[in-house]
């Protein structure tokens, strides 16, 4: 059911990998749609192949059988209309921030004068104002994630990926940049695929919460999140949010995971 | 402050030494064609320094050592960057160059002298060959070096191949280039002046040989201090660019220290 406002279309997907002691078995029968500016997390223990899918999305992996659409157009490799953000902030060390966050539109030439203003309102956009000509290695962590995020929408993209963006951010960190994205995206209305293996922060951010499992990684139940946004923080203590993260959670104690 | 005591106390460790060596050679009437007294070295120094023979041997040694320098590393670093971006190339130089790199390059000497005469050439191509290594070696490594979550990041954005180099394997590369020129540079020098030995018309190895054939060994002493700060100044020269191109690294002392493991003269 490919409706012509879903931007991901996801069917039968399946990725193994060839190593020297056989085929892993990474992803299989994987099955979801992303329609156009919803964010959807998806959910799942390590290991369960949430960063392979990611890279198949991001053309970055070919996969093995199955369908991976974009806009109803096949993905078969890198596009100039997705923006990705990764665990770590993968920032240059030689460029400014501004020039960190202008890096796509270096690469696709997409005019430096044109794109700088957008970048300056971006940065400001994630506080980041007065800081675009220091360096990556005099920001925090934190300041550094909200660059990489910067530079993921910098191009416009019809898509934004993001894998474990806050997971090596420490808690309160993660807090605020809960609340930070979900005022960007209420801003701009991206499109976003957000991978997790924290199920409050899943839960907190999406519109809908795709569950997978491993082994091989499967998505065994979607959960939509109709609590209206902009959503606070004092929401985790909320009994609607507790209620929906013991659901999610069940999928993995039952099977003895921890997530 | 204990900065000041400390340079104070260098200087005085100096002096110190100077003057056990001054007495000792006196006490024990060490003749001058063995050890000569540092009095006398700043004599001979003094000498050559006032008539223009040092300065114009070591205009020639440092222009063969500068030659040598950006010949090898020019080389180095094109086929460098052609191991680094294909397997192929590499499939086929590796053999060369694993038997050029263990074979001691100052022994070729000789015969490159043979090849190119007693003049400037032989001193570059002898510095070539043996500043080469250090800055292959480590141009290769430092293409490679790229992290790959950066790649797969330029990957993301459909960059294509020379945008990848350009943008990212290049300046991650440039810690490590930095280290085999420095290297390279102190390799130079070595080059051209065992080619002087070898045979020369000109130059400061050329002149530490003739004041040995005349048993001028306070000469060579001053020959050799002048060869020391010549060595330490194009050392400094490359320090001062690495800190202005390497501003972003933090890791600088580990990639130098790395560097000088292969490749050796
Ligand atoms: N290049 C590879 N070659 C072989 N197996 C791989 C490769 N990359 C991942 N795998 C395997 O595929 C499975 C899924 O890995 P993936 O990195 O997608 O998991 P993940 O859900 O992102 O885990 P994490 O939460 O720890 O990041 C794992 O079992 C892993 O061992
Ligand atoms: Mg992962």
New interface residues.
Partial sequence: MARSADVIHVKGLRKEYGTARGTVLALDGIDFTVGEGEFVAIVGPSGCGKSTLL?IL???LPATRGEVNLRSVPIT????D?G?V?Q?P?L???RTVLDNVL??V???RLGREDNRSRALGLLALVGLSGFEHR?P?ELSGGMQQRVAITRGLI?NPAMLLMDEPFGALDAMTRESLNLELQRIWLECRETVVFITHSIAEAVFLADRVLIMTPRPGQIVEEVAVAIPRPRSLDLLAAPEFGGIVRRIRAHFSSKGIEA | MNGVRNASLRVLLLIASLAVWEGAVRALRVPAFILPPPSQVGAALYRGSVSGIYLQHLWITLAETLLGFLLGSVVAFVVGTAIAASPRTEYFLYPYIVMFQSMPKVALAPLVVVWFGLGLTSKVVSAALISFFPLLVNTIAGLRSA?E??V????????SEL?IFR??RL?SALPFIMAGLEVAMVFSLVGAIVAEFVGAEAGLGMLIQSRNFSMDVAGEFAILFILAVLGLLLNAALVSVRRRVLF???SQKAALNSASLRGGP
């Fill in positions: 890279k991001a053309g970055l490799g890198p596009r100039r997705i990705v990764f770590s993968v240059f060390p030689w890096l796509p270096d690469v696709q360096y290695w191009h | 992290d979550d950066r797969d990041l330029m990957r993301s954005l459909a960059a945008q943008m990212l300046p972003w690294d933090p």
